[in-house]
C-alpha cells in the first residue's frame, strides 16, 4: 500500500489462496488515517458478496478490529455508514455505469 507515494505496508489487493475465488481489498480513509479491509466472492450465477470486514487504525497493522465485533453500536453503525458513502455506493454507481 503506498500513501502519498510512499510505501507503508505490504498490503495487496488479491485473489485468495484458501478459500480459492475469494479476492480481499484494501482502501484508505486519509482524514482518519484508517485502512479497510474487505473481500468479495462470487456466490450465485451473476451475484457477489461484498464483505466489509474490519479496520485498523494508523498505518501499523496491529489494530486491526472487526465489524460487528469489536466496535460498540454507535461506532459500528457509524464505521458502516462511512463505508456505505465513502465506497459501497461509489462501486455501485461504477457497476450501473458499465451495465449501459
Not at 15 to 43: G, L
Request: aromatic residues 16%; positive net charge.
Amino acid at each position: 500500500m503506498t500513501i502519498d507515494n510512499k510505501i507503508f505496508v505490504d498490503l495487496s489487493d488479491e485473489q485468495t489462496k484458501n478459500p480459492a475465488h475469494w479476492y480481499k481489498f484494501y482502501f484508505y480513509y486519509t482524514e482518519e488515517n484508517q485502512i479497510i479491509y474487505t473481500w468479495t466472492r462470487s456466490f450465485e450465477k451473476g451475484k457477489t458478496k461484498f464483505a466489509f470486514v474490519s479496520v485498523n487504525d494508523g498505518l501499523k497493522l496491529v489494530n486491526w478490529r472487526d465489524i460487528n465485533h469489536d466496535f460498540n453500536r454507535s461506532e459500528n453503525k457509524e464505521q458502516k455508514r462511512k463505508f456505505e458513502e465513502r465506497i459501497l455506493k461509489k462501486i455501485e454507481e461504477i457497476l450501473r455505469k458499465g451495465s449501459n
